[in-house]
């Protein structure tokens, strides 16, 4: 028999993962509120009204999670990996092309996105190989081992024209850290995604310019160290290739869409039109909003079609006009006590899969709510990525509750952990 | 390792706060994001296109728009002192105005709201000229269907309100509340085509909904594309000259153009003005055909079937022919016992007994074809036969429908192996149970529109086109120019036209046309409910056909008079312009066919 508080689920958790959705939920609603159609509320039409059977789908998928065994996710980490990449390989073949995208399954009426897949197996099959390595043994083999378990299907991703997507797989460089390996990665995957940033909203020649300087000052500083010296050397190089292929990504690598958004956020008029003009209205939406907001229902910015996928991808203009600075607050507020409460129970498992898996779900869960927040308020491209548990969708929803409950499953059988 | 665990959490905090200081930023230090949205109260305005002329195979305009005008009012800006000229120009007195002008206050200030509904041409006119002296009134227009005949009711059809229920089917989320969709005829079927696209006007307003001018300067509007005009196939001297014949009667009238299926006359009977179905009286106007009770709203020539008659005995004679179970020359003589019959007992070929319409000799042609003989048991026989003898009458386009481009075909009904086991058992039936279909009689039930088709068919020897009312969309030219070929040889036909000729060949009779060889069959469709059906099918000429024609007329009697004489004078109309013989046109008005003796 077990006793009560060997099989125990993270309340807290619960409460916090409820608010999320529930807020979502109304806030889908809201956007989806049109003032020229008086649909019944049980129209299948109707974004809300589809999203609560997705949140009730989500029920039955905790459900299944918490009866199939915990030890399940760890036995079968690698066969897991393994799955998600078949599909990923077989939806190249076989998927539906949706807007440039070849990322869907068509089966019928059921539409199933393997990537989103992907990103639970992929945390699965990391949490699986640096679980079993030993503590010691060579930091580089492993780090290798590492990316390729999440590079794998982030190229197979961006095969599939989904390079929002395939962008939170670089989330998981902050588990590699926390595991001891890879402070130098992801100082370097900062770095150049800031050089990346910069290039884009100065000019080159200026740039190139910053960096020789401190190139320089650095020289200057380590003079006598040779090995720093051919270090910063390489350093330096790589920089200047980095900055001069900004033009070469932007050109050749993007797509035609994915160029605008990117050129847009440094100029907003550059394509008024389009996706300057999307972000734009975000932040107008947004900033309307004022401190109380204009009230539930009466967002005039949200209220037309203007900013497109408002009940998906930019559903946090809605929050922002209509709930205001208080609302923002509220839902930023929110999230941060979430991925603390995530980051403390990943830190209390004697299971190392348990505690990486856990790491894993806060970075994929907060790389979608950082990049999807900045998007909106004009910090960064517009790549679709949801915000988590808020934007309308059920791949998104339904990989977002199998994230965290099976983290939770995991969890509430940390005791029995002990015994092995 | 408890520096990178800390530094992890920091790392989210500091995400998390620059996030907010940069929401901070623009919520609650930056005014300018509020000032914005206030000025981009964005109002947007539905612009409606107009929907696609409807013209006659002669470039004869059928289906218009109509522009309504409706004279608007903006409080705030009339000057109360000088409302002489309005009244004056309105026709109206001052405490009209008044209770107008009050009304249209408790509205709004400042918003325009209707003054006057639908302004007469005279009263347009006399504003129109004069609009710059009346602040606070402007003219706003929409257009309803204009028609400019009073018939081609069932053909045209009608727009309405879009339905809730429609609404919701609706896949392509173009319908919103409030639009104008094609309910039936070629206004539905071409909906898409002649609806053309909404377009979108956004203005800025303000606080107070005053328009401000337009957004961007129209950089998002959307302009309305007014929807593609049509040109039927239908030639409108032609259809509003049998809708004259056919008024007063209960019946459907189809004429098509062998040569390509094109249907130049469809008439039903009795029909509607199709005006009365467009602008404000719709419902009420609705309601009282709705509840007429000879059904005016019901398309006969598509949706009324009947038991095709001695017309069948053209495909009786084509399919023995065909499967050798009689000769052309071949004589049967026949006493008149095994079926009654008005032909007279004889020696008969198959020209005299498509002439004489022999239900004796069609009885025993037709036993031939059901009983081959190719099992000993007479069940299993028929079986075998008639499965073969239906797949012949299924080539000639019955028992499904023929694809027009009008909603609510019927498909009329050729009884399957399987309904005559449903009605006599497992292979319980055999040609005793069945013979009635031999002279179109039995559970066999047809449409006009299939029977015009059979026309089509004795016309060109062996096929046909999907028959259809739209032969251009826009400037593009629609292409039935498939052919439908049954697997009858073509010299099979002549003796059947050889017949049918001689039936309208009697000079001095109601169908004969001096100079023209034509072809064409009788029926006397029996009716258990009252007076027998009367209906005719045929074409002409005979050589080079131009046109084929199907009329069934209820409730007359025997076939010889009332549908055999509309469908002559039709053709005749049709192929010289106007017609010689006015006694006969004359006794079809006045349309007492019981009057007269059968020849």
Known sequence: MRSQNRYQIDTLSVVYFLSLVVLGWINIYAADYDLDRTASFFDLNQSATKQLIWIGASFLLIAVIFILDYRFYDSFGYVIWGVSIFFLLAVLFFGKEVAGSTSWFEIGFIKIQPSEFAKIATAIGLAKYLSSQNVGGSDMRKLGISALLFLIPMGLIIMQGDLGSAMVFCSLILVLFREGLSGKLLFFSLYAGILFLLTLLIDQWILLFMVFALFLICLGLFIKNGKALIFILVFAILSCGLIKSVDFVLNQVLKEHQRLRVISLINPNADPLGIGWNVMQSKIAIGSGGFMGKGFLKGTQTKFDFVPAQTTDFIFCTIGEEQGWLGTTLIMTLFGAFFLRLLTIAERQKSRFIRIYGYSVVSIIFFHFAINIAMTIGLFPVIGIPLPFFSYGGSSLWTFTMLLFILLRLDSQRMEQLEH | MKSRILGIRIFIIITIFVLSVRLFSIQMVDTSYQEIANRNVIQRAIEYPYRGLVFDRNGKLLLYNDPIFDLEITP????????????????????????????????????????????????????????????????????????????????????????RKQLDVDTTGYYKSGDNIGITGIEKTYERAIRGLRGIKYHNVDAQGINMGSFENGAYDTLSQPGLN???TIDGALQKYAERLMDGKTGSLVAIDPSSGEILALVSAPSYDPSLFSGRAFSQNFATIQRDSLKPLFNRPLQAMYPPGSMFKTIQALIALEQNQVRADEIITVNGQLIGDHAPPGRYDMERAITKSSNNYFFKVFRRVIQQGED??????????????????????????????????????????ESYDKIYGKDGWKFSNIYSLSIGQGELLVTPLQMANLGVILANRGHYFTPHLVRKVGAENL??????????????????????????????????????VFCGKTSTVENPQGLDHSGFMGFAPREDPKIAIAVYVENVGWGARAALSTASLVIEKYLYGSVKKKWLENYVLKGDFQDAKPE
């Open chain 2, 376 to 417: 000993p048991s007479p069940f299993i026989d028929s079986r075998i036969g008639y499965s073969k003898w239906r797949d012949y009458v299924l080539q000639f386009g019955f028992g499904k429908m023929l694809d027009i481009d009008l909603p609510n075909e019927k498909a009329g009904f050729v009884p399957s192996l």
């Open chain 2, 479 to 516: 292409d039935f120019s498939q052919k439908k070929s049954t697997e009858i040889d073509t010299e099979h036909f002549e003796s059947v036209l050889n017949g049918m000729q001689a039936l309208v060949s009697v000079p001095g009779s109601r169908a004969y046309i001096p100079d023209l």
């Open chain 2, 76 to 163: 705030k800006n009339v000057d109360l002192s000088d409302s002489l000229l309005i009244k004056k120009l309105l026709f109206i007195t001052q405490k009209e105005f008044d209770q107008t002008y009050l009304k249209a206050k408790s509205f709004s200030r400042h918003l325009p709201s209707i003054f006057y509904k639908q302004l007469s041409n005279e009263k347009f006119a006399a504003l129109q000229d004069r609009m710059i002296d009346l602040e606070g009134f402007n003219i706003n227009s929409r257009t309803t269907r204009g028609y400019a005949e009073t018939g081609l009711a069932n053909i045209l059809g009608y727009v309405g309100e879009v339905t």
């Open chain 2, 230 to 232: 049509l040109v039927l």
